[in-house]
């Protein structure tokens, strides 16, 4: 079931406080006619769109990369040398510090995160996320993972009375560290299975949660939890986190691009053309996504990003869950087309006599391990209410609302 956020007055139950509930992953809208650009967006329910370049690393996604904020962790705080040994990254006594230099102290009421721009979380037993102003997420009963910028991720399970288990990963993939089970503090190395539970990414400067769903090269984001914002205090717009995003991955489109010549040879065997225009586009791919680009729209404009001058990317929600990026050049033709179902495909395009697209070649089938690029699996429930939306248009009532 899909929340809608709210915000409520202050509690005398410390268990209680104002919120802001989960909001809905309808995270790519409906591509409509373009239209005009405004002059100003109101980032407080505006997508952001994002051609995200040097977003994937060794350990898997960046979340510093995704063009939503650094989450309290700057590149030279996650490089940093520590100052002191007290302050060197690890499991302590108390909890743990990650490798970026946030210290995570578990306790029996929950878990307290001190980023290093100062900022503070709370996550209680019933694995809500508190900001310092009162704002919190909706309880996860099935637990949450928080991911934070340094690459780390903390995850909490809900309990009667406490946590029931508290883990600490270093970076996606790795080992985990338990530090609280059953009502005990502990520390102790052994396998377990994978970070489960909603996937929340820290973003914005700390105080921002998106939920995050990957449909192969483009990542969608819905903001979860913000500040509370002071109506008379004086703030620029564009300090406001969008209320979504759409982040197409750069680094794996440019490598697919990449790699049209090889499949070229062997999809399209003697046909000079093809080979001619696939050699084309790997030539310019590492120019088209050299830098990331970023565009505010209105929540139900065209969900497209220029390319310099000459192409375009659209990203379009379709029938049976696919999602559809396709490049465009200045003529409005369609130039390749990448599709993600179960699976990513790259398909070369190319108008017939009657003007319709049809497609050159066989596809070419993206690496397994880029079907989904989150340290967290896609839940199924929360996949089917993303294509259930990605449909049509969002609702303004799907949107955060708070007062």
């Known amino acids: 079931m899909i929340g809608v956020g709210r915000s409520a007055g202050t509690a005398d139950n410390k268990d209680v406080f104002p919120h802001v509930a989960c909001l809905a992953l309808s995270l790519l809208p409906q591509i409509q006619e373009a239209a005009p650009a405004p002059r100003f967006v109101n980032l407080s329910n505006s997508l952001r769109v994002v051609c995200a370049v040097g977003v994937l690393r060794p350990g898997g996604l960046d ?9 309290g962790f700057s590149t030279e705080q996650v490089q940093a040398e520590p100052e002191s040994e007290s302050e060197e990254a690890g499991i302590y006594a108390d909890g743990a510090i990650t490798p970026g230099g946030a210290r995570l102290r578990v306790q029996l009421e929950g878990v307290k995160v001190d980023l290093p721009n100062g900022r503070e979380l709370l996550v209680d037993r019933r694995c809500r996320v508190h900001l310092r102003d009162g704002n919190y997420s909706e309880p996860a009963p099935r637990g949450i993972v928080l991911w934070f910028g340094d690459g780390s991720l903390l995850e909490c399970q809900p309990g009667d009375h406490s946590l029931r288990s508290v883990r600490f990963f270093e970076w996606a993939g790795g080992q985990p560290e338990i530090l609280w089970a059953q009502g005990r503090q502990r520390r102790r190395d052994r396998r377990s299975p994978e970070p489960s539970g909603r996937c929340l990414a820290v973003l914005g400067d700390g105080r921002s949660l998106y939920d995050l769903v990957c449909f192969g090269p483009v990542v969608a984001a819905k903001r979860a939890l913000t500040p509370r914002l002071d109506p008379e205090q004086d703030i620029d717009p564009a300090d406001l986190p969008p209320a979504a995003a759409a982040i197409l991955l750069g680094d794996l489109l440019r490598g697919s691009l990449g790699q049209l010549p090889t499949h070229a040879r062997r999809a399209a065997a003697g046909r000079a053309q093809v080979h001619q225009r696939c050699d084309a586009l790997a030539g310019v791919a590492g120019r088209l996504f050299y830098e990331t680009r970023t565009r505010d729209i209105e929540i139900g404009d065209e969900c497209s990003i220029a390319l310099g001058q000459s192409l375009r990317l659209r990203i379009e929600a379709r029938e049976r869950g696919r999602v559809s ?16 179902t179960n699976r990513t495909m790259l398909h070369l395009l190319e108008k017939d006599g009657e003007g319709r697209n049809h497609y050159v070649m066989p596809a070419l089938t993206l690496d397994r391990r880029f079907w989904n690029v989150l340290p967290v699996p896609n839940s199924p429930a929360i996949l089917g209410d993303a294509r259930s939306l990605l ?5 303004p009532e799907t949107l955060e609302r708070g007062r």
């Not at 979340?63 to 989450?71: H, K, M, N, V």
Request: aromatic share 6%; net charge neutral.
């Open 63 to 71: 979340p510093r990369a995704l063009g939503l904020g650094d989450g």
């Open 391 to 395: 449909i049509g248009r969002p609702r």
């Open 325 to 340: 990026i396709e490049m465009w050049n200045t003529e409005g033709v369609a130039v390749a087309q990448w599709i993600h």
